[in-house]
T-cell receptor, first 111, second 114 residues
């Protein structure tokens, strides 16, 4: 079945550092790919998504490119802020099936 | 602003009690889902519904049950709560948006069973 593998955390960075969180997937067909963010004590918020190969999703300085050849959707941000501290989930959806999530990566950004 | 509402936000309950977690959405979405988030933060699909009178079990075996009598309402019930049910429960709904599905999540119910 479909699955998502993302790098395990926790990840601790200094403010203004470069962020990469790796995500790879296994799926039949052509899934849509998502990054969700969960701030402490809250639900999930969509950060960005891409629905076809070579699409780049972007939002709030975060970017991820749908790479079909490497089955990857790595999340990047050039300069993180303390307010980016949260848990990040990579996810996919194939056709009519429910979202499948990776295990989540906790990011802590220190001033 | 989320259009999917979960109540209560927090609940502490004794072992053996019956509880119902409420989830409502105002967007008219046919598809709705329940995810259980364990303290280690992993998300597990426990139930989903593709429309009224349709419910399916998810990937993670759960002792909870769900019903879908109205499009907007997808409650989850635990007949007899146990400490192992302590988790955050997230409700979601989705709709097709032309190039793929878009999902909306509620704020969650954090359940503690003592």
């Amino acid at each position: 079945g479909d699955s998502v593998t993302q790098m395990e955390g926790p990840v601790t960075l200094s403010e203004e550092a470069f962020l990469t969180i790796n995500c790879t997937y296994t799926a039949t067909g052509y899934p849509s790919l998502f990054w969700y963010v969960q701030y402490p004590g809250e639900g999930l918020q969509l950060l960005l998504k891409a629905t076809k190969a070579d699409d780049k999703g972007s939002n709030k300085g975060f970017e991820a490119t749908y790479r079909k050849e490497t089955t990857s959707f790595h999340l990047e941000k050039g300069s993180v802020q303390v307010s980016d501290s949260a848990v990040y989930f990579c996810a996919l959806n194939s056709g009519n099936t429910p979202l499948v999530f990776g295990k989540g990566t906790r990011l802590s950004v220190i001033a | 602003e989320a259009d999917i509402y979960q109540t209560p936000r927090y609940l502490v309950i004794g072992t053996g009690k019956k509880i119902t977690l409420e989830c409502s959405q105002t967007m008219g979405h046919d598809k709705m889902y329940w995810y259980q988030q364990d303290p280690g933060m992993e998300l597990h699909l426990i139930h989903y519904s593709y429309g009224v009178n349709s419910t399916e079990k998810g990937d993670l075996s759960s002792e909870s049950t769900v019903s879908r009598i109205r499009t907007e309402h997808f409650p989850l019930t635990l007949e007899s709560a146990r400490p192992s049910h302590t988790s955050q429960y997230l409700c979601a709904s989705s709709e097709y948006q032309g190039t793929g599905y878009g999902y909306t999540f509620g704020s969650g119910t954090r359940l503690t069973v003592v």
